[in-house]
């Protein structure tokens, strides 16, 4: 404990964070009373590595890439499967699964055993698949993988366990089931041809057993050479030649006809009775022209010929077969033929595959189909056939994620029980109609709600501007609400706004959202650089959006002078001008014009999310990087790489818009060389100009051209860790700057010496409500002012970006240099990046990218070197992004050095909270925490009035920043803690209704919900911890004292992506996720690592974009352009994560055959039984061959499969069938016992009549 001590007061007087800023002045020097010491600080950890465990729980969305489908007309459970290897399992709402080959092999053919439990999978590396499923995660039973010859088609007839597989060859093989072993009875392709044909027939395209009999195999071959083989025989039966190539083959359900899709866009029926011709061809789309040809039409690819009892004519089902002349701009087709009417239902996306549903699993009885599954592209839908006008039905599932491209995820646990209901209600007004009114008919399984359930919401932005909130409570997932945020704006026009060249396609793109569930605020963020401040009401509204214009567009890299052609007085009197209102017709010039317009007009707002304000940077606009808003401050605050804003929603005014650079002052924690002496010019200002000049002559100066040249950062320098530890003081500041009145001009004699940014000395000197004043940045000359550290809600508010009144005199302003600036050096930053390409041999060594360029593919954010023109280059959400998306390679170190592109710090994360704005401060206030991409952690206090009353009278002031922390890499994230180690949440407001009905008799209030972090009653301490996380290491500090408490190096070889500070079995610990694919845990506020697990290596940009930790020990991330995966790293939830999963398997009886009839059966109705074990067992058609296939055996056999499904229902359920079973082999017992009495009668009879006819005749007589 001693040594432990010692090493706290060694943190205590090296940290870098233990020094503070000189705006603290004398007054920071020592810390309270009751100010907390390291020493104070015992939080007792509960967390250990033994409550950490990684696994995927469930994905949903629509399958990448699907490639087939498989139903089991018995249990009713659907599987779809993808070229990536993927096979998911569907049945009623709750009952998803999803499990995927090892191999990543795509998968070509599904075959379920129907009412077994088992699925049979064919994949494209010529292995078959047997999966069990009688367990909640289905699991590979056994495996064939095929050497020599290619998988084409499988066929596994009803209640067999012989699977017939066709290959590319043209032969048949014959696997069993049960021992997963080819038999040596294989149907060779030239034995089912005749001898005199001399070219291949092509691979098998279709197998089928005929209806009729069994023992009859139906092999159809690409080329149009269809065979029936005899298996009993070992002979061909009949052979049919057509000239186009066959596609698919369906039999009528009396197996004396059959149907066959043709690559002529014909279908063509056959006859057993005659097999040398087709009874009928018909084109269903295609005409006879004038001249007597027929018109090309496209393929049919898949024809189903299903009969029905309530019609006597039958269902013909089909995909494709369009003309060419008609199909050019047509939608891909599914086409219904009953009896005489056609109809063609229009697909948005390509048929991958489609499924006829019958009520019946067997093929000889009348099919009666009821509806038809369509697997798209990128959809899943199914058509009621039992309807004329055949409307699809509601899709239970979410399959829709992607109906826009998703570009940015927020996932909320232990959200407040109230919201889902709400936002479910508002939702269902927004659905659509003309469904069937039938159920879903994919409704097997069993699923019940978990005991361990708790409210859980997924947001999900997308390309179009659209925001979807999704329940997923109980690892399911449900549509609940969608917001447009693109009604919030003006259509625009082809060709107007600035950025039309760059965001045509997706200008209203979400790129983040904060969304606070208890105030139910909602703000989103746009790719157009615009912020939208959404407040929800469940009445309508007609009300005029307010819009606000920020220009957060600095050059840090000009020093400032004064301009040669500006003669006004600094600062101008108040009542000789008024600024246009933000958003005012005529208030901007073309250069400030923002890239979208939002509506003017008063609006009608439907119950739901209704947009209150929109922000948005102009000229030119660069995408933001960060964003915060707090309900019980009415604050919100955003940046970009240029510097951050704060917006007062409530009063909407601009308070704070000043660059990075300005929020360090004299604090500049790194030491920046000046830049050569440039050109003079010829100063005209007057005296006032004058002064500032001189007040910036040596201490701004220095700071403007900082960016000129920085130190080189890299890992494996010494120096870096001493730059970092020095004083932010460290940067020369003039002694007499603050303690010499002469050196200063009688105007800003009297500034106090404790602001530290020049912006707030002047703000601070400004008196009057209405006063503005020219701000020493490199602001256009349409943008002059900013309303900061004393905005006055009696004034005008802030017209950020918009033109001074013409004739009004206005204050002289400060101009920079334009081109021509040398280069610099500048440590790299996570949010600082430029787009990479895919990377070639010929990169930096070892193949890394920078980081710079791997996060701005992050964030869809481009950042700008200062030698390069400002265009906006967003990113390109669509398909034909995705070999760009998909390039990754992990950078060397987070300090990588850039001596060719030199970009601009900036604000990287945003943090409303209850602290202590300056160090040794005896009460918490209300601060916005700002991190920075070079690692630099900024805190600003806010002032905010107490009461309601005064809250929207009364200005709110943000005092002047100081740097209290410094870290290696762009800071990620903040959090707070109390001296008990409890996690410490920003305050709020209590939502009420906007537009709910007034009482006179009552004000309204707003009730706050604060958590401000007051003495700990069992530490007997004031003051919190802070939790500061970037790219590279973690650090725990103490406030109001500023000290480090902790600090561990997260990574050395890589850097991390996302962290967040999560609840977990009680506790808090920090999350974070690498650009290597690990997943990590610390403790809080020990940062003692917890796990560490090596999850997936990222190669795919969407993963990093859209991962994101929540409470309860979950996450999720886009595992492709179409599906969320979600997982757990909770021991807890995964032990209980095979009872929150449905049941895949059910028991139940299989429909029993339909009767034939007595006389039907007995005069040879039927064929004789067909016994397969008997033909394709190893008795009597041999092994096959060993180099034929492998196999490879599963962890679990057969018979463990079958009891799998242990529990007393199951048991139940299986003796209850086995009962029944029993009598009816019984019933069948006594029906054959009758049938061989009468035999017996008959026989009787006969003989007895033969004795009689030869009784008396002699032996020489017969």
Known sequence: MK?????????????????????????????????????????????????????????????????????DPVQKILAIGSRTGGIRILGRPGVDCYSQHESGAAVLQLQFLINEGALVTACADDTLHLWNLRQRRPAILHSLKFNRERITFCHLPFQSKWLYVGTERGNTHIVNIESFVLSGYVIMWNKAIELATKTHPGPVVHLSDSPKDEGKLLIGFESGTVVQWDLRAKKVDFRIYYDEAIHSVSWHHEGKQFMCSHSDGSLTVWNLRNTSRPIQVTYPHGKILKDGRKESCKPILKVEYKTSRNSSEPFIIFSGGLSYDKAGGRRPTLTIMHGKAITVLEMDHPIVEFLVLCDTPYSNEVQDPYAVVVLL?????????????????????????????????????????????????????????????????????????????YPEIIVTGHADGTVKFWDASAITLQMLYKLKTSKVFEKPKAGEGRTTEVLDEDPYAVQMVSWCPHSRLFCVVGISAHVILYRFS?????????????????????????????????????????????GSPGSATPDSVPGLRVKSRALRMPPGYQAELVVQLVCPPQQI????????????????????????????????????????????????????????????????????????????????????????????????????????????YPSSLHNDPRSMPEPLASLRASHCSPV???????????????????????????????????????????????????????????????PFRKAQSAACMEISLPVSSHTEVGGCASRRAMLQQLHGVSMYSHDEHHTTTPYNWSERAESRENSFSRSRSSSVSSIDRDTKEAVTTLQFGESYGRKGEPLPSACLWVGTSLGVVLLLPISIPAEDEDRMEEPVTIGPSSTVLMLKGSVLRFAFLDCGGALIQSPYEVWRDPNGPEDPDRTRRRKLVNFSPWPSHEAGVDGHMAVVCSEKQAKVMLMPSQTVLFAHNVTESSFILRADVVSVCSSVCLACFCANGHVMTLSLPSLRPLMDINYLPLTDMRIARTFVFTNGGQALYLSSPTEIQRITYSQEMADNLQ???????????????????????????????????????????????????????????????????????????????????????????????ALMMNSAEIFSTHAHQVMLKHKDKKWYQL
Request: aromatic share 8%.
């Open 625 to 732: 990087t960060s964003l915060d808003i707090n309900s019980a401050y009415g604050l919100l605050a955003f940046g970009n790489c240029n510097g951050v804003a704060v917006v007062d929603y409530l009063q909407k005014t601009i308070l704070m818009c000043v660059s990075t650079l300005d929020l360090y002052g004299a604090a500049d924690p790194y030491q920046r060389l000046t830049r050569s002496p440039r050109r003079n010019r010829q100063s005209t200002s007057d005296f006032c100009m004058r002064g500032l000049s001189h007040f910036y002559s040596d201490s701004k100066k220095r700071i403007r051209t900082s960016y000129q040249s920085l130190t080189e950062l890299s890992d494996n320098q010494v120096s870096i860790d001493m730059e970092r530890t020095k004083s932010p003081t460290s940067v020369p």
């Open 538 to 582: 469940k009445h309508d509204a007609n009300t005029q959006i307010a819009s606000l214009e920020v220009r957060l567009q600095f050059d840090s890299d000009d020093a400032v002078s004064p301009s040669e052609n500006e003669n006004n007085p600094c600062f101008s009197d108040p009542s000789s001008h008024s600024p246009l209102q933000p």
């Open 760 to 822: 707030f000395y002047l703000l601070d000197n400004v008196k009057g409500p209405g006063r503005k004043l020219s701000l020493p940045t490199d602001l256009k000359p349409d943008l002059d002012h900013v309303n900061g550290h004393c905005t006055s809600p009696t004034s005008q508010p802030c017209s950020m970006g918009k033109p001074r009144i013409p004739g009004v005199p206005e204050g002289p302003r400060l101009t920079r240099r334009g081109p021509g600036r040398p």
């Open 1139 to 1233: 009872d929150m999963l449905g049941e895949l398997f059910t028991p139940i009886e299989t429909p029993e055959a339909q009767n034939k009839g007595f006389l039907k059966g007995f005069f040879g109705g039927n064929a004789q039984p067909f016994d397969r074990e008997e033909l394709f067992g190893e008795a009597a058609a041999g092994k096959a061959s060993r180099s034929l296939a492998q196999h490879i055996p599963g962890p679990m056999g057969l018979e463990n499969m079958k009891a799998a499904a242990g529990g007393v229902v199951g048991d139940l359920a299986r003796a209850r069938i086995a009962l029944d079973q029993r009598g009816e082999r019984l019933g069948e017992l006594e029906e054959r016992t």
């Open 3 to 71: 040594k432990f001590r010692k090493v706290l007061d060694g943190l205590s007087s090296s940290s870098p964070g233990g020094v503070a800023s000189p705006s603290c002045g004398s007054a920071a020097g020592t810390p309270t009373a009751h100010a907390p010491t390291p020493l104070d600080i015992h939080v007792q950890e509960t967390l250990v590595s033994e409550n950490f465990h990684l696994c995927k729980t469930v994905r949903h969305g629509f399958p990448y890439q699907p490639t087939c489908l498989a139903f």
């Open 377 to 453: 592209e990128k959809d899943f839908i199914v058509v009621d056939l039992t309807q004329s006008n055949f409307p699809i039905f509601e899709n239970p599932y979410p399959m829709d994620i992607h109906e826009s491209p998703v570009t940015c995820t927020a996932y909320f646990a232990q959200c407040p029980p109230d919201i889902i209901p709400i936002l479910y209600s508002i939702g269902a007004k927004q659905k659509k109609t003309g469904y069937s009114h039938k159920e879903w008919p994919v409704s097997g399984g069993t699923w019940t709600l978990g005991s361990q359930t």
